[in-house]
């Protein structure tokens, strides 16, 4: 968990960097937010690249959404806050969003493709990320798609299986969770399964449903 602010701006610069360094996020593509204790958001500027931010100059805004310092926030900060409000009723820890442009997520979305990103291809997908509905192709900024990620997520919580991830179509995943560490984790396992997928010639066997419930019962798995 965050224990201050400064500590959430080192870690936001942190997480930024390492997922640059290892080609998760390329450019000035991927933002980071951290939610506060006081209700107010930290989050990357615009066009910032996240391999070389600088701490002072996040993005600061107050419980309100009015920007009180920093460079101006990223154009996602709407649907940051919309993943905030819609999870955290079913996860009340929920403290980090991270959105990519990670490669194998984007390109599985430029197939024909159902209501979710991936079915249960391993355990690990299934204990650490879950189910990840994709949210239909929306202009990046564009307040209709964070509606519409803000309603899949009440839904799948409302229905038992609470949300860790969404992937935006030809955008890119938005993953959150406790901390800039924890979310980072999730993103990962995400990534890799995706790439596991993307490397599959043929048609792909999920686990069986008597092995997604043992993940349930023994790891508390929400598939």
Request: proline share 5%; aromatic share 6%; hydrophobic share 40%.
């Amino acid at each position: 968990m965050i224990s201050s602010e400064n500590q959430a701006r080192d870690e936001i610069c942190r997480v930024g960097k390492s997922l640059f360094d290892r080609g998760y996020v390329h450019a000035t593509a991927g933002n980071i937010s951290v939610r506060l204790d006081d209700g107010g958001v930290l989050i990357t500027p615009s066009d910032a690249c996240l391999g070389f931010l600088d701490p002072a100059r996040l993005a600061r805004l107050d419980a309100n959404g009015a920007q009180t310092s920093g460079d101006r926030a990223s154009k996602t900060i709407a649907l940051h806050q919309r993943i905030y409000s819609a999870s955290r009723p079913f996860d009340a820890k929920t403290s980090c969003v991270i959105h990519t442009h990670s490669r194998s997520c984007v390109q599985l979305t430029l197939r024909a493709h159902g209501s979710e990103l991936l079915p249960a291809l391993t355990p690990y997908f299934v204990m650490k990320v879950g189910r990840v509905p994709v949210v239909a192709y929306c202009r990046p900024g564009d307040p209709v798609g964070a509606q519409a990620v803000g309603e899949v997520i009440t839904r799948y919580g409302q229905l038992g299986t609470p949300l860790r991830a969404v992937m935006l179509a030809r955008l890119g995943p938005n993953v959150w969770h406790e901390s800039p560490s924890a979310a980072m984790a999730t993103l990962e396992e995400l990534e890799e399964t995706a790439s596991l997928a993307l490397g599959h010639g043929s048609a792909l066997a999920a686990l069986e449903e008597t092995q997604v419930e043992e993940l349930r019962q023994v790891f508390g798995a929400r598939w």
